[in-house]
């Protein structure tokens, strides 16, 4: 029994941490219909970032996560207009082809800068737990979920309450009517799809401490991210965040009654069930537009 | 006030506007009626700057505002209450109405303002500020849409069927709301299905068909005129022909 | 159809030849090797077109195939003893039911989930594989049988068997590309939904192109475990295969038949020489950022590669005409109206006076707003009815019930008979029912003579084989073209006609389906005289045939000349119906273009 309650605890913050690494992709993916296969490659390079300044100033990775949200932001900008703006009115499978093929240049510039060695950033939390009464909890997974709960608040918070968060909204709901109220859905995506790359320094900074990293681990992540999206479905940050624990728990419980082999097939195997039994996603109540009758 | 002249627009290939020549006295309410198909909406939207005209101009007060983005347009004061689709849905009724100055968005004292004002105009702005715009009837929403528009203190407000899809009784709002734009000295110029309605709201009338003004005038002078039907039904009403061939 | 093709007869046989004789002439076994790996690459970029340039499904993760094929083969060979050279054909079949599968998971979502699923299954299968180490070896890898033959003969077995794989897969690829397969895949690439609204099983066709893209690759990728003598799950199931494999066949030519395995040809040497030309730690990182580079440069600003941009060059160099076979001329150009079908596909409507069409109680709200209000129509086969009503009346909302493009809940459909209101789009185009759009759309990447052909009543796959359009097709098609005037365009894309010849050419496209029942949204809008003329003919013609009309329309000039009888709607109810000058008289509905008279009137309303 302690076993399985050890498992969901782990669970649930492994799934907070999925959610905090699948954010920027909630927001491309459901606000404005592109799948950005980039989004692995985004959180490594923030993690680099992260760790290079973990390196040569110790600073601790979630303070550093502020400081590489802009060089974030302005990659995210520039893969926009150089990318996204010119290919989704062309052929949406060209952005999908083009932001991997991305995804790739940036795992080897990693490669290049850094090196294939294994990394980690090394807090002084990184190693400790607190216990709940049986059961341990590990504090770097805690402080990450932590911080993956603040930013989901966050970002509700803003795109309920700022402007440009509302035009947001208002624009991918009703693209002429936001036009008529002066709105540019063309602007607004951009500065979208820079805050959606910019969070990912948050879930990058997690990364750091909370596993061993190299380029290639991109693969993985935009894999799982992926699968966190898709069985979330289309729609809020806040269902993302079921999703990312749903995959969480149950790769835990994999883990603890199968193997830990197994628990790395988790995330596609849901994608598949998924698609299979209700593509809309688990956590929508919509259908997929283009789901077929 | 407004001046359209030689008015060409359409979408993929099809002209729906054939040369609209258009003339709209300041301060008046002018509606346009006419059969489907005739390009009323269409000569709207040219003006907002949701659809690029071919050719042709549009002159504003002035300035010849054609093929200008919807944002630029909304500088020169004219706002449009489109068709359908006007709010957003998931948006409260206030950030609605907070929306429609969204080109003045970081002037916020002065915008908290203009809705307090406008609340005493349309008291659901003072009653259900914080409502999800989609929960709210056809007429509410009219009513939001038309505060909204209000927002910019315009000089012009377009109207794309008013009426559509509303319940009779909502259109009194209607008719309040327009009489109040008129006497704030806005120029009105709408469009409209309920042709009775809108030639009884409006002193200035436009009768439009295939792509092109077909006649003006007040409105009383079009709304007394014996064969107006005739250009909504075509030749049609008066022969007998029925079907053409025998079975 | 291209400029190539005149050459394309001679170097065929050429090229076919200089490779066959290649090995036996030289005895450098580095270039064998490379030309092993250019035909593995090659057999898996052609296998992607069929997808990805001709279904236009992108997938990311088709290395998968190569990996299934080889462990399956390596396995078979390791555990069974089977020769590789037979295992290599299980490895296909394998690699068919796998891609059946994935298109069954993937049949209810749209093209970009397909492309990440494909993605997600290459990972999992490389997982599996390295987790299941009893079957496959795990990391440790698995050794093959070493070859049998004698060292003079080098690598030719590998050599031949996929030089051979090559071709096959080529000759299969075009007879695809001519088939009505082919047809329907280039249909579905450019509309879905139309396509599915013409009555296209698309899931089916997707099906099959998925499994043949998967299955020539698996068996090449039996025959390279084979040659590599050693399987790893981590090279196997490396994703960098894949990519080289998009990248084949975007830089050489989505869609086009050889584009793929010149891609290959260009790729594949420049892999080579990098594995071995790049030295170091960072050899991987450098081919990473060349091959993803490329990639994202071709994607971004090459995406229709480069055999098409050839192409158009060549075609301004050498002024011919654009079609290779001229349109047959048709000596008896003095055709009625009435010749629109030879009837040999007919449904038989003669005689039959039950109503075509029967609904009741149809009722769809958007929201609050009750778009179509409880509405019963019934329609008799051979009559003219048309539809009208004010904007907002909901007649669009009401075609769209009736043909499925929105779910009817509530009330009845019975078309002929058969109760339709729960069948999807392809069913009810099977039984019967056809609808023209207000916007026509036409499939851009087929000629007007194929567009008019595509649809299909039903399902044969013996047919999905044949050529796209057989020469009987074509007459009737030609007939057809030539009563709307448009023979002289059936040769060329759509995109030369006028929009009223667009909406020409759909009308022609819905009646390819002999149906009960054809439904025309606002066909005369838009259109000249003349063109309008033509087409009122057209739905005569139809009404002699039997076939029940429904007619949208604002005009009522067209619709007095052509109906018998009018529906009037207003707010989503019917409010009249009658003959044209009937309901023009009818207080209820001059009330709805008009506005209601009881309503409070402005008293005074300019201040």
């Known amino acids: ?293 | 006030m407004i001046h359209l002249e030689g008015l060409l627009a359409g979408y993929g290939g099809l002209d729906i506007l054939r040369g609209v020549e258009l003339h709209v006295e300041q301060g008046s309410v002018n509606c346009i009626v006419g059969p489907n198909g005739a390009g009323k909406s269409t000569v709207l939207k040219t003006i907002s700057g949701l659809l690029q005209p071919r050719q042709g101009s549009i002159v504003i007060d002035g300035v010849n505002l054609a093929g200008k983005s919807p944002a630029t347009i909304l500088h020169a004061g004219v706002v449009q209450v489109p068709q359908r689709n006007g709010l957003f849905a998931k948006l409260t009724v206030r950030h609605n109405v907070l929306m429609g100055a969204y080109i003045h968005r970081g002037r916020r004292k002065h915008l908290e303002q203009r809705y307090d004002e406008l609340a005493q105009r349309f008291p659901i702005l003072g009653e259900r500020p914080d409502a999800p715009a989609g929960s709210l009837s056809g007429g509410q929403r009219r009513t939001v849409e038309f505060a909204r528009a209000m927002m910019l203190n315009p000089k012009v407000v377009l109207l794309d069927e008013p009426t559509l899809g509303l319940d009779p009784l909502s259109l009194t709002t209607i008719r309040d709301s327009v009489r109040a734009m008129h006497s704030d000295g806005i120029t009105v110029l709408m469009v409209e299905q309920n042709v009775r309605f809108g030639l009884a709201l409006a002193d200035q009338a436009t009768v439009m068909s295939a792509g092109r003004v077909v006649l003006t005038g007040t409105a009383d002078e079009i709304r007394d005129k014996p064969d107006l039907m005739d250009v909504f039904f075509g030749a049609a009403r008066n022969s007998d022909s029925g079907a053409s061939t025998p079975t | 159809m291209t400029p190539l093709m005149p050459l394309g007869r001679a170097w065929i046989p050429i090229a076919v030849a200089a490779l066959i004789s290649y090995p036996l002439l030289s005895d450098d076994i580095y270039y064998q090797n490379m030309l092993i790996m250019t035909f593995v690459l090659a057999i898996g970029a052609s296998g992607w077109n069929i997808m990805g340039g001709y279904a236009g499904y992108l997938s990311l993760g088709n290395s998968a195939f190569i990996g299934l094929g080889a462990y399956t083969t390596g396995i078979l060979a390791a555990k069974a003893h089977i020769s590789p050279f037979l295992g290599c054909l299980v490895g296909g079949l394998m690699c068919a039911v796998g891609a059946a599968l994935l298109s069954l998971i993937t049949r209810r979502t749209r093209g970009m989930y397909f492309v990440v699923v494909t993605f997600a299954t290459l990972q999992l299968l490389g997982v599996v594989a390295t987790i299941w180490s009893s079957l496959t070896g795990g990391s440790q890898g698995l050794a093959m049988p070493l070859p049998t033959w004698s060292l003079s003969y080098q690598d030719w077995p590998f050599y031949y068997s996929l030089l051979g794989l090559l071709v096959v897969t080529l000759a299969v690829s075009a007879w695809v590309r001519r088939s009505k397969l082919g047809l329907g895949l280039f249909a579905i690439q450019d509309n879905e939904d139309k396509a599915a609204g013409l009555g296209l099983r698309t899931a089916v066709y997707k099906m099959i192109a998925f499994v043949l893209s998967g299955t020539f690759l698996g068996i090449a990728g039996g025959i390279y475990a084979y040659y590599v003598t050693f399987l790893n799950t981590a090279a196997v199931f490396d994703i960098i295969t894949s990519v080289l494999i998009v990248l084949a066949v975007l830089l050489g030519g989505r869609g086009t038949l050889w584009g793929p395995v010149l891609g290959a040809f260009i790729i594949s040497p420049i892999s080579d020489l990098t594995s071995t030309g790049f030295g170091g730690a960072d050899a991987g990182a450098f081919r990473l950022l060349l091959f993803g580079g490329l990639l994202g440069t071709v994607a971004i600003f090459l995406p229709r590669g480069v055999l098409p941009v050839l192409e158009s060059w060549l075609r301004r160099l050498l002024p011919r005409g654009s079609s290779s076979t001229p349109a047959k001329a048709d000596p008896d150009q003095s055709r009625t109206a009435g010749s629109v079908s030879d009837g040999d596909r007919g449904s038989g409507n003669g005689g039959d006076q039950s109503p075509a069409l029967r609904a009741r109680g149809l009722r769809k709200s958007f929201g609050g707003l009750r778009a179509v209000d409880g509405v019963d129509l019934d329609l008799a086969r051979g009559r003219i009815t048309g539809l009208i009503g004010p904007n907002g009346s909901g007649k669009t909302t009401l075609f769209n019930l009736i043909d499925g493009t929105v779910p009817t809940r509530d009330g009845t459909i019975t078309l002929g008979g058969l109760r339709l209101e729960r069948a999807g789009r392809p069913v009810r185009a099977h039984a019967g029912l056809a609808r023209t759009y207000q916007l026509p759309r036409l499939f851009a990447n087929l000629t007007v003579v194929e567009n008019v052909v595509v649809p299909e009543r039903r399902l044969a796959f013996g047919r999905l084989w044949t050529t796209r359009v057989s020469s009987a097709e074509r007459k009737r098609a030609l007939a057809v073209l030539d009563d709307l005037g448009l023979a002289a365009y059936a040769d060329q894309t759509p995109t030369g006609l006028s929009y009223g010849q667009r909406k020409l050419v759909e009308l022609a496209q819905v009646l390819w389906l002999d149906p009960i029942l054809v439904m025309l949204d606002e066909p005369a809008a838009g259109i000249s005289p003349a063109l309008s003329e033509r087409l009122a003919d057209l739905v005569r013609s139809l009404r002699e045939r039997g076939v029940a009309i429904l007619l949208v329309e604002h005009d009522l000039a067209f619709i007095a000349s052509l109906c018998e009888q009018v529906y009037v709607m207003a707010n989503g109810a019917i409010i009249a119906t009658g003959s044209v000058a009937e309901i023009s008289a009818d207080r209820a509905v001059i009330d709805a273009y008009l506005g209601d008279p009881a309503l409070p009137v402005p008293l005074g309303g300019q201040a």
């Open chain 1, 1 to 293: 029994m302690i076993d399985f309650g050890q498992a969901l605890i782990f669970g649930l913050l492994i799934g907070g941490v999925y959610a905090l690494m699948a954010t920027g992709l909630t927001l491309t993916f459901g606000v404005m219909k592109i799948v950005n296969m980039a989004q692995g490659a985004f959180l490594i390079t923030s993690t680099y970032l992260c760790f290079a300044l973990w390196q040569h100033f110790g600073l601790d990775p979630v303070l550093a996560a502020f400081l590489v949200m802009l060089p974030m932001a302005a990659l995210g900008l520039v893969v926009y207009k150089l990318v996204i703006e010119r290919l989704e009115r062309i052929d949406p499978g060209l952005t999908i082809v083009a932001t991997f093929a991305l995804a790739l240049v940036a795992e080897a510039f990693l490669a290049l800068l850094w090196g294939p060695d294994q990394r980690a950033t090394d807090p002084a939390y990184s190693n400790k737990a607190f216990h709940l009464g049986q059961l341990v909890v590990p504090l770097a997974q805690f402080y990450a979920c932590l911080l993956a709960v603040v930013l989901t608040v966050v970002l509700q918070v803003a795109i309920k309450r700022t402007w440009l968060g509302r035009a947001i909204t208002a624009a991918s709901e009703n693209p002429e009517g936001a036009r008529l109220v002066g709105i540019e859905p063309a602007r607004v995506g951009a500065w979208l799809f820079a805050i959606a790359t910019a969070s990912t320094a948050f879930g990058g900074a997690a990364l750091s401490f909370l596993y061993q990293f190299t380029p290639d681990t991109q693969d993985f992540w935009l894999g799982l991210t992926l699968s966190v999206v898709i069985v979330g479905g289309l729609g809020s940050v806040p269902g993302a965040f079921a999703a990312g624990v749903l995959l969480g728990v149950t790769e835990s419980l994999t883990t603890t009654y199968l193997s830990v082999r197994w628990a790395t097939a988790v995330p596609t195997l849901l994608i598949l069930v998924v698609l299979t039994v209700r593509p809309q996603g688990l956590f929508t109540r919509m259908t997929r537009q283009d789901a077929g009758s």
